[in-house]
């Protein structure tokens, strides 16, 4: 059984950084596209970021780019999200999916002040 | 960025039939799929590359593509099936995106 597990969230003020991590297991890592989806409270799936098998290619939503990075360490059968300079909006649950078809439970960030 | 639109609601008796549509215009060009998520849940993919359902989905779940429209129909709907439905697809530039999201109502 696959399994996914997040974590990092937690409350930061605006202006400031965060790290989420993403654990997976149960499924060959470094086989799969790995993606941050995130959602606001009482809103709909936003697609945050996702990341190649290698780490080659990494694609972001506008609204973060050049604010958030992701990563992975293949080795760990991890992926990461370094977000800086947060923004209130960008508070929300933010989950960890394997190519959509296992998904965390997810971790929440807030943003304020 | 790209978007994808959907119904806010669709609303249906148990027995009878949902539709919900996706429409984007790289559909035509990109596989859409479909996520389900129930009040507190994570999301599941409940179809995707159109019309193929994961292990564990069942039949009355189906999909389909048309044009720059997708939609998804489920069969003999159920009070379990009560959630909110999401599209996923991907632009040219490889960048991802899910529609607004449609609340299903079992009535």
């Known amino acids: 059984e696959v399994q996914v597990v997040e974590s990092g969230g937690g409350l930061v003020q605006p202006g400031g950084s965060l790290r989420l991590s993403c654990l997976i297991s149960?499924?060959?890592?470094?086989?799969?596209?790995m993606t941050w989806v995130r959602q606001a409270p009482g809103k709909g799936l936003e697609w945050v970021a996702n990341?190649?098998?290698?780490?080659?290619?990494?694609y972001y939503v506008d609204s973060v780019k050049g604010r958030f990075v992701i990563s992975r360490d293949n080795a760990k059968n991890a992926v990461y999200l370094q977000m800086n300079s947060l923004r209130a909006e960008d508070t929300a649950v933010y989950y960890c999916t394997r190519e959509f078809f296992n998904w965390g439970q997810g971790t929440l960030v807030v943003v304020s002040s | 960025s790209y978007q994808l639109s959907q119904p806010p609601s669709v609303s249906v008796s148990p027995g009878q039939t949902a539709t919900i549509t996706c429409s984007g215009d790289?559909?035509?060009?990109?596989?859409v799929h479909w996520c389900r998520q129930r009040p507190g849940q994570p999301p599941v993919l409940i179809l995707y590359k159109d019309n193929k359902r994961p292990s564990g989905i069942p039949e009355r779940f189906s999909g389909a593509i048309a044009g720059t429209t997708g939609t998804l129909t489920i069969s003999g709907v159920q009070a379990e099936d009560e959630a909110d439905y999401y599209c996923l697809s991907a632009d040219r530039t490889s960048t991802w995106a899910f529609g607004g999201g449609t609340k299903l109502t079992v009535l």
């Open positions: 990341i190649k098998e290698d780490g080659s290619d990494k």
């Open positions: 790289e559909l035509p060009n990109q596989y």
């Open positions: 149960g499924k060959k890592f470094n086989n799969y596209w």
